[in-house]
């Protein structure tokens, strides 16, 4: 199959398990998830599924893609901040519904990857960092600016990280798997109603990788490690 009637396969079946959001079905529609995929698994880059993406990391399954996205309400004057870029597709579907789109990945050589794929794809609207994404986006790069919308793409043990919470605008919504690895994760939907008021919504059991603290260093790669990146 061609990779454009794949993706055409691939939003019927969006349709079908209940995302009917246009917007967000055409973004993903824009998006070419072959693109994200390591080579060894490109036969599986139109499935409904995760795929592992190297260093222990996946790209979250389509569905779960759409459903977060779709839960944010995203508007066309938002500016959105992702924790965990990974593969960068969560983030390249939200620069077609934002008007800007910052990401964080602990894992610099994921963030290497995802930037060329982002120069690629001409999607100009995206600002990456590497660093730890727990702590929020660096006061001084982002003039102390909050966010309309964050989403996490990480599972976080316990109550979600305070610098987050605080770096969202009132009126905002984060969307946040909490719970233990091996453990049923919930999907949680945060809306900030003033400074020390949050709304929460239990939206769905799902499955991601944790959310880590701190960043790994440079020298904690192995040849074979990085090599799994393109392989
Ligand atoms: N959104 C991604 C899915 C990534 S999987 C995609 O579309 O492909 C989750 C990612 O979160 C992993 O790459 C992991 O390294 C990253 N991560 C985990 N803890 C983090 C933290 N504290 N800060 C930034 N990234 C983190």
């Known amino acids: ?127 990456t960092l590497a660093g730890d994404g727990m702590k929020g986006w660096p006061a001084t790069q982002q003039g102390g600016q909050s966010f309309d919308r964050i989403i996490v793409t990480a599972s976080c043990e316990g109550e979600p990280p305070v610098a987050l919470l605080a770096q969202l605008k009132i009126g905002g919504m984060m969307i946040i798997p909490v719970g233990a690895q091996g453990q049923t994760q919930n999907l949680k939907l945060y809306k900030k109603e003033s400074e020390e008021v949050f709304g929460v919504q239990n939206l769905l059991p799902v499955r991601f990788v944790p959310l880590l603290p701190d960043v790994p260093r440079n020298n904690s790669y192995t040849q074979e490690d990085l090599e799994e990146l393109t392989a």
């Open 1 to 127: 199959m061609t990779p454009d009637a794949s993706i055409i396969r691939l939003i019927i079946g969006l349709r079908q398990a209940g995302i009917t959001n246009t917007d967000v079905l055409s973004a993903m529609e824009r998006t070419p998830r072959d693109f994200f995929i390591p080579p060894h698994f490109q036969d599986h880059a139109y499935e409904d599924q995760a795929v592992p993406i190297g260093l222990g990391q996946t790209i979250s399954q389509p569905y779960i893609v759409a459903y977060m996205t779709d839960k944010l309400q995203i508007e066309k004057t938002h500016t959105v901040l992702e924790i965990g870029t990974g593969s960068g597709y969560q983030a390249a579907v939200l620069a077609q519904l934002a008007r800007r789109v910052y990401t964080i990945e602990r894992h610099k050589p994921l963030l290497e990857l995802a930037e060329q794929r982002f120069n690629e794809l001409k999607l100009r609207n995206i600002t």
